[in-house]
């Protein structure tokens, strides 16, 4: 079932080799091709730009009111590249090398190479876009550093490079819709793939405006949808973000690929009280500077500025002192998990650690006193020198995180905690980042292919760019060739209808239910399971009680849930009881899934397989796999194994002491 | 930091949709936390609305973390309430005080028909960027990020334009509902970096002339816009716009 089709040849030739030989659609067909386009975020937004630039002709559809507040705008710290402009040894290799490792050895290497080739053309497509990237006194572009690497090649605009990125790709992307060659459908959902002689050939999409349901035909169908880690209920992801397109692929026959990957990042703002609907992340880039510690002493009540030096547990340096507070995510938030559970945690909720500026200020104070030329400078004067630099460098993070807790982390130190960030697991692609389906495509945080399991800082944006401005033109085009006899199929074709009526008759069962529940107590409660059960740390015995309770709490939405309102109007609560379905009947795979990789891999740990030291004890004789679920049907998954082979790099334990 | 717990009364706009007339229902929310969140405040009221079988508030929110400017609420007068600089999502409920009175109404303009409750449609900033709201670079034309260095000012002075999140809340604020402040923004990103050079007359002229067509109103020159937007987009930019627009209206090439 599973072909990759990853080119012969070299590693480093690949990507090359196969842009030469691939299969081109000439200008006048590609008018004549119809591609949709799902989810308009950095994988969506740079596709539907890119191949409307080409001359296909594009629907996009999106569920919020603009393209341009896909979640992607989020993202804070910054975008990957190889450009090695700081001159510290970076390279295409390196980057690659890191991602892999950072994956802990469960990524492709094909993919994840031309992920680090293209890297260096995003920086230079998004500076001709006029994205504001920082810069030097010289003019030339900032960089500073991230998790898991020792070079400096991350890209930023402040703490919001996701949003100019986005900005962009949106603008790119309306300069398409102005020139007719992209239709924009914003507040409309994908609701089904509608497929004709095993090939997908177009979707059924609600307008969330009036409810009606809407035929959409495309020669392909490129999901962009983003990923699911809403599925835990609290997360950083937006309110909105849901795994219905991707899960009607996999209905529809698309593989899931490693469900389990999640990404719990580890400096978020910690939960304040069951009213939390999200989590907030403070961006990875502070650990570039902070430094996070608890109290040696259990159950410490004093406040943090009264511990004294001696008495904190700088707990990432001393284990890791290579890396120290850069160490990848998964490794920082499991050794935050291990305080915690251990008595050492801070705040009210004891579900905390301390992320302390305190030392980078007096740091930048006294070499702003260096510049200036001044000795003899007061304490205080270094420290408000400091602070200067501090805000300047992260200000906007720093307001976020006093607005939403009223304490100001310039004088006290911040708290975090990880929360569910990303999710390495998507559905299943090949080199073409095509599907189990053919014609139907997986962009960006939607598919699994290239970080394995565990996703580098910065390198999200990057891999949603990289697929959506350098990959999929290629690709598509070389499947495409293959449409320009097929011409467009009309939506009355019986399996529109057929796929119509599908949804519609689901959603007229979900609003005959009138139970008494309403679909976030559902979505609250499943979140809790997934948390508990399948979260940071997992095991055999917490997993097959999480998929009896996610299937009883199934059994439970599908006849109690209410949802007020009516099918053709603005229906909120219709729309989340959409999207909570699919989350529950992924839950349970996630679980599954879980359960059969019985290694520790990168965000996945398993609390039987540790190490002595309760690091990562990972399988490779028996797990150096993809896991690729195949839907048989109510409850029943095959799973199907693509072995990863390495070529060139050789895995080894991963080492950040 | 203190927390409490508050009982509000809730005064929100309710509008089946765009061609209902809509009016105010009053709301009691109790033992509300300081600690929540504006909108998980209205989740609390929503939560009450569908165990009494009543239909919830329609809003737009989706991050929550002030930076996708979906949300989008009038409180108590002021587009986004009462703390500067901030987005509804980033309220916070210590913001008010037991027994509070809280006003909620939709943005208010002709350009922002309501869709629903507090719901409005807000795809003419969508079109306003159409109108010429890029750099035209088609995907693989681009030179060496670093081949055109670019004055730090210039560069940090486009980036605070760029950081406009689109939420128009300063159409909401201006009682003409004038877009200038949004439009000023997006001119004003491009019009300070050299990549946006070859295109700069043409696109203030074309992106004037496409807010105008929307129904927006003319500027009234008081700030209003300023002083709620959410991510300080300053007035300069109006005035920088001013410039661009007056200069490419007197200029022959266009």
Known sequence: MLNAKIPSGPLENKWADYKGHCKLVNPANKRKLEVIVVGTGLAGASAAASLGELGYKVKAFCFQDSPRRAHSIAAQGGINAAKNYQNDGDSVFRLFYDTIKGGDYRAREANVHRLAEVSTNIIDQCVAQGVPFAREYGGLLSNRSFGGTQVQRTFYAAGQTGQQLLIGAYQALERQVALGNVTMYSRHEMLEVVTIEGKAKGIIARDLVSGKLERHFGHAVLLCSGGYGNVFYLSTNAMGSNVTAAWKAHKKGAAFANPCFTQIHPTCIPVSGDHQSKLTLMSESLRNDGRIWVPKKQNDTRKATDIPEEERDYYLERRYPAFGNLVPRDVASRAAKERCDAGYGVGSSKQAVYLDYADAILRYGKIEAGKQGRSNVSEEEIIAMGKDVVKAKYGNLFDMYEKITGENPYEVPMRIYPAVHYTMGGLWVDYELQTTVPGLYALGEANFSDHGANRLGASALMQGLADGYFVIPYTLGNNLADEIYSKAIETTHPAFEEAENNVSDRINQLMNIKGKQSVESFHKRLGKIMWDKCGMARNKEGLEQAIKEIQALKNEFWSDVRIPGEVNEMNTELDKANRVADFIELGELMCVDALTREESCGGHFREEYQTPEGEALRDDAGHMYVSAWELKGEHQWELHKEALNYEVIKPTQRNYK | ?254
């Open chain 2, 1 to 254: 930091m203190e927390h409490y717990h508050m009982n509000l009364n809730l005064k929100v706009w309710r509008q089946k949709n765009t061609n209902t007339k809509g009016d105010f229902k009053t709301y009691q929310v109790k033992n509300i936390s300081s600690e929540m969140s504006f909108l998980e405040m209205f989740d609390v009221l929503n939560e009450q609305l569908i165990t009494e079988g009543e239909e919830p508030v329609a809003f737009d929110h989706d991050c929550r973390e002030g930076i996708c400017g979906m949300c989008s609420m009038y409180i108590n007068g002021k587009p986004h309430g009462p703390w500067q600089a901030n987005t509804t999502c980033q309220l916070h409920m210590r913001a008010f005080k037991d027994g509070d009175t809280i006003v909620v109404e939709p943005w208010r303009a002709n350009a922002f028909p309501v869709i629903k409750d507090l719901t409005v449609d807000r795809s003419s900033f969508d079109r306003i960027i159409q109108a010429g709201g890029y750099i035209s670079v088609n995907t693989g034309n681009a030179v060496d990020g670093n081949a055109l260095p670019i004055n730090k000012d210039n560069a940090d002075n486009s980036f605070a334009a760029a950081m406009c999140i689109g939420c128009g809340a300063c159409v909401a604020a201006c009682k003409n509902s004038s877009a200038m402040l949004f439009l000023s923004a997006k001119v004003s990103h491009l019009a300070l970096l050299p990549q946006g050079e070859p295109e700069r007359k043409s696109r203030v002229m074309n992106m004037v002339a496409q807010m105008d067509k929307e129904g927006f109103g003319a500027c009234t020159n008081t700030g209003a816009c300023e002083a709620t937007c959410p991510k300080e987009i300053s007035l300069t930019n109006i005035a920088r716009l001013n410039s661009e627009y007056l200069g490419a209206s007197l200029s022959a090439d266009k």
